[in-house]
């Protein structure tokens, strides 16, 4: 247990702005600053910290502008104490002490922004129970996305978010409109961060992070803020429309679209069309392209797909539409334009190769009814020489069940002896029909 006395001398240290003093130069210290500050560093790499708080109390009440380390001192002090502290208004006071050694970080030795980023980390967690704290918080993570901006930690988003629905009515003039206003910013951040570390190698982990920050900010946005399609319609669509220009309320109306689940109604894909103008980005040309696709024209489906791959994505997406285009010329019959999309996927991402092949093989295996032999003698070779076929294209992927269901349709030896084409096998033989080019002949 801690020495009581250390505990009962513990005075909160009150939050202070206002000048920037210089750091003192070491070699204006005097002997007892320096044998504070030595005393202070020696005792809190030992992890005696009930011991180094007294060293921390003299150079702040005597050199407040020592060091700047001497404040990081202080957090680890403070922090270190909180962890076995049973007494409720201990842990205040340690939490508040925490939380004031960034304050007077910042008094004595500025960097303001960077120093209020990592003091949101713990502010929250600290006051998050604590009633009366909930307007200095919201002061102060107000002022940390200003300071910092995109450089805002994504948990002091989440913190920000969650404060403004708490504080609404009761500061700033919290009402829907500014909530919404604030939230448009916050998700602007959370939008560039998450494009930020799209596809940056070894950076998943800050993906996740952030595109669980935009989920979070949305919900409670959805919380606070009563958003449907009716809403919207009532409130932004008439203004925009009346003013298309304005790109900063088409976005917003974009944005509050999305968030109400308005993808149906009618205004929607017009908005769209404006915004994919002024704003492109990938994600607002694919939900432009699946509005398309969901009436049924596909022309412009495509059209917008491949323009949002102007704007980012991976080359694996964009194999994967053609494929998409693949399939669907193949459910109406148009084989070779079906084979055409699927080799256009195998040029951009040769990953897909199994992929292309199996579904190049699977056009055909299924064309037996399409490639028979106009010749009768030849029939027995030429009506199943589709197979042939497929049989070499699902061999480029070893898909062995498959190359034995086509086996069961080679010609055999006695058809090919028939025909004189005995030393033929091995050999390459014209395909014919949609098909065209060679294959190998082989024997059942």
């Not at 429309?241 to 149906?264: I, Q, R, S």
């Not at 190769?353 to 064309?367: P, R």
């Not at 498959?402 to 050999?427: R, S, V």
Request: glycine letters at 6%; proline letters at 2%.
């Amino acid at each position: 247990m801690k020495n009581i006395g250390i505990k009962l001398a513990i005075l909160l240290l009150v939050v202070v702005s206002g000048f920037v003093s210089a750091q003192i130069p070491t070699d204006q210290w005097t002997a007892p600053m320096k044998e504070n500050y030595t005393l202070l560093t020696d005792y809190v790499s030992a992890k005696n910290y009930v011991a180094a708080k007294s060293h921390l109390d003299w150079l702040i009440a005597n050199a407040p502008n020592i060091h700047a380390s001497v404040y990081s001192k202080g957090i680890d002090i403070y922090e270190a104490l909180l962890k076995d502290e049973k007494d409720k208004n201990l842990i205040n006071a340690f939490e508040d002490s925490v939380l004031a050694m960034f304050d007077k970080k910042i008094k004595y030795f500025n960097d303001e922004a960077k120093n209020l980023n990592l003091k949101g980390y713990s502010e929250f967690s600290y006051w998050a129970d604590r009633a009366d704290k909930y307007e200095a918080m919201y002061e102060d993570y107000k002022k940390i996305v200003a300071l910092n901006g995109r450089e805002t930690y994504n948990q002091n988003i989440g913190y920000y978010m969650y404060l403004l629905c708490q504080m609404k009515g009761k500061k700033d003039s919290l009402d829907d409109a500014k909530i919404l206003e604030i939230h448009e910013k916050l998700s602007d951040i959370c939008s560039y961060n998450i494009q930020r570390y799209t596809g940056a190698d070894g950076k998943e982990i800050y993906l996740d992070a952030w595109q669980k920050t935009k989920a979070y900010i949305d919900s409670q946005l959805e919380k606070c803020v009563i958003i449907d399609c009716d809403f919207i319609k009532r409130q932004f669509i008439p203004k925009y429309f009346e003013n298309p220009a304005d790109t900063v309320l088409g976005l917003k109306t974009y944005g509050l679209a999305v968030l109400g689940k308005c993808l149906k109604e009618a205004y929607f894909k017009d908005l769209m069309l404006k915004i994919a103008q002024y704003a492109p980005s990938a994600q607002r040309l694919k939900l432009l392209a699946q509005l398309y696709k969901a009436e049924g024209d596909m022309d412009n489906y495509v059209k917008y797909m491949l323009k949002s791959f102007e704007y980012g994505g991976a080359a694996s997406d964009k194999a994967d539409l053609y494929l998409e285009l693949a399939n669907e010329a193949s459910k109406k019959g148009q084989l070779t334009q079906a084979r055409t999309q699927a080799l256009k996927a195998l040029e951009i991402d040769p990953g897909k190769s199994c992929e292309v092949y199996n579904f190049i093989g699977m056009l055909y295996y299924h064309s037996g009814s399409q490639c028979k032999s106009d010749d009768p003698q030849l029939a027995p070779i030429y009506n199943y020489v589709c197979y042939l076929a497929a049989y070499e294209m699902f061999q480029k992927c070893n898909n062995s069940t498959m190359m034995a269901q086509a086996a069961q349709y080679f010609p055999t030896a006695t058809d090919i002896f028939t025909l004189g084409m005995t030393e033929k096998i091995g050999t390459q033989i014209p395909v014919g029909c949609w098909i065209g080019g060679t294959t190998t002949l082989r024997k059942r």
